[in-house]
């Protein structure tokens, strides 16, 4: 079963946690879309030769056990991102682009409980690829990153586009 294959009933649920079983987490559908990321932040970040992420709606994971925490990372574009990380042993089980609580969640594809569901649909900024590392065509490599009106499906595209208009529906109705 791949990431396109992952059962999406109302019932599915993928879990995953960190390495001493504190904090553990579910998705409640499958990811949007999975991408490898070999950029120098995210090989620093993560201590290997690239970081591995499903990207999931804010809204479609939950907590399930342990009190994640957040620490701002710097960017090369100077935006800001966290990490969350367990509490207790400091694993990184995903980050959030811009404000916490983001639109997506970049769930680190090693932390689920099955990471073998979650190959890579892309490869991106493969420019500062280790050269050791070896891709197949399996997935699309891309020199910086790939746009994702093009190549995400269908339905993960109406997927963000819906949380993104719920993400703005809730702050303009907070600011009144």
């Known amino acids: 079963m791949t990431t396109n294959e992952v059962d999406e009933t109302p019932d599915t649920h993928l879990d995953g946690g960190c390495a001493c079983g504190q904090t553990r987490y ?3 559908r499958a990811p949007m879309f999975v991408h490898c990321c070999h950029c120098t932040r995210c090989q620093r970040e993560t201590g290997v030769a690239f970081a591995h992420h499903a990207l999931i709606e804010f809204t479609a994971m939950s907590v399930l056990s342990g009190e994640p925490q957040f620490v701002k990372v710097p960017t090369d574009s ?10 207790g042993c400091l694993t990184a089980l995903w980050n959030e682009w811009g404000s916490r609580k983001a639109i997506t969640r970049y769930v680190r594809v090693g932390t689920f409980d099955e990471p ?5 649909q892309a490869h991106i900024f493969v420019r500062s690829k280790q050269p050791w590392v070896t891709l197949s065509n399996d997935a699309p490599s891309f020199n910086a990153h790939y746009d994702s009106a093009k190549l995400w499906p269908k339905e993960s595209l109406a997927r963000y ?11 303009a109705k907070s600011a009144l």
């Open 161 to 171: 586009a819906a949380a993104k208009s719920a993400k703005s529906t809730k702050a």
């Open 26 to 28: 579910r998705l409640h």
């Open 78 to 87: 100077g935006t800001t991102h966290w990490v969350a990380r367990c509490s």
């Open 116 to 120: 073998n569901l979650f190959p890579p």
